[in-house]
């Protein structure tokens, strides 16, 4: 299905992987879609075309939300064990965004 999405110089110029370019190649031919991504230089690239994005944190406060997931604290220290880098701040500001 993908690999119709080729993957123009500009994104290329990036430097980004192929895993990140792929996602934005199709989201850009999808603004309505929403890519995820982690990397701070994708995440740099998705907000200059201004393409919709959010994170695995982001991917966890949606399961969270609609009850796939009972404790959001767990899974965000699971990703920390795991050898997940996470940032302090974004962690704060998705628990702001929860009920508890």
Known sequence: ???????????????????????????????????????GAARKCANVY???????????????RIGWIENLQEAVDALGHAGFYLNKHLIEEVFKKTDS
């Open 1 to 39: 299905m993908f690999s119709e999405y080729l993957i123009s110089d500009e994104i290329k110029n990036w430097g980004l992987g192929k895993g990140e370019s792929s996602v934005l190649a199709v989201v850009i031919q999808h603004p309505e879609w929403i890519a995820v991504i982690d990397d």
């Open 50 to 64: 201004n393409l919709n994005l959010t994170g695995t944190l982001g991917l966890l406060l949606i399961a969270y």
